[in-house]
T-cell receptor, first 111, second 112 residues
Framework: AQSVSQHNHHVILSEAASLELGCNYSYGGTVNLFWYVQYPGQHLQLLLKYFSGDPLVKGIKGFEAEFIKSKFSFNLRKPSVQWSDTAEYFCAVKDDYKLSFGAGTTVTVRA | ETGVTQTPRHLVMGMTNKKSLKCEQHLGHNAMYWYKQSAKKPLELMFVYSLEERVENNSVPSRFSPECPNSSHLFLHLHTLQPEDSALYLC???????????FGSGTRLTVV
């Protein structure tokens, strides 16, 4: 099964700052890649996904992610965060039918 | 609402109790999953049901027993749990290989 690593455990930043969260997975082949977000007290929601094609994927709420095959990476970015982006972010890799998650990154945006 | 409904939202149970978690989806999905979410740890896949057949059991202790009576319902039966089993239990469903999962809001389980 895939192993998914998220490099940052907790990120604290101010509004309007740029955000980048790292994600690496353990081995190649055909994989589907996802970022999920979990706002405080809410369920996991899909931010964006990559299956094939353009490695730069745009998702909801101004988020985007870039798939770099040679680095086994799928980093999440947002140019300018808002207070409402405070949440926990999970990278996930689907290999066959199994969805494996990273440990998550808690993002705190200060007003 | 996500289309995946989990009940109850919160559950406190003693170590000798028997309880069940319920998950229901009306999205027409053909696969359902149980995950365990503990603080500061990756989500742990516990069980996978595809077309109502169990296809994955990730070395989960026998005190957790899943049941999938039809494609819309999934249960997790709990018996003689330990305090370390306290966690958020998430149900998810999916349809087709190229899609992500739709998650329920989870059941927050506390074992005392």
């Amino acid at each position: 099964a895939q192993s998914v690593s998220q490099h940052n455990h907790h990120v604290i930043l101010s509004e309007a700052a740029s955000l980048e969260l790292g994600c690496n997975y353990s081995y190649g082949g055909t994989v589907n890649l996802f970022w999920y977000v979990q706002y405080p007290g809410q369920h996991l929601q899909l931010l964006l996904k990559y299956f094939s094609g353009d490695p730069l994927v745009k998702g909801i709420k101004g988020f985007e992610a870039e798939f770099i095959k040679s680095k086994f990476s799928f980093n999440l970015r947002k140019p300018s965060v808002q207070w409402s982006d405070t949440a926990e972010y999970f990278c996930a890799v689907k290999d066959d039918y199994k969805l494996s998650f990273g440990a998550g990154t808690t993002v705190t945006v200060r007003a | 609402e996500t289309g995946v409904t989990q009940t109850p939202r919160h559950l406190v149970m003693g170590m000798t109790n028997k309880k069940s978690l319920k998950c229901e989806q009306h999205l027409g999905h053909n696969a359902m999953y149980w995950y365990k979410q503990s603080a500061k740890k990756p989500l742990e896949l516990m069980f996978v049901y595809s077309l109502e057949e169990r296809v994955e059991n990730n070395s989960v202790p026998s005190r957790f027993s899943p049941e999938c009576p039809n494609s819309s319902h999934l249960f997790l039966h709990l018996h003689t749990l330990q305090p370390e089993d306290s966690a958020l239990y998430l149900c998810a469903s999916s349809q087709q290989d190229r899609n992500g999962y739709t998650f329920g809001s989870g059941t927050r389980l506390t074992v005392v």
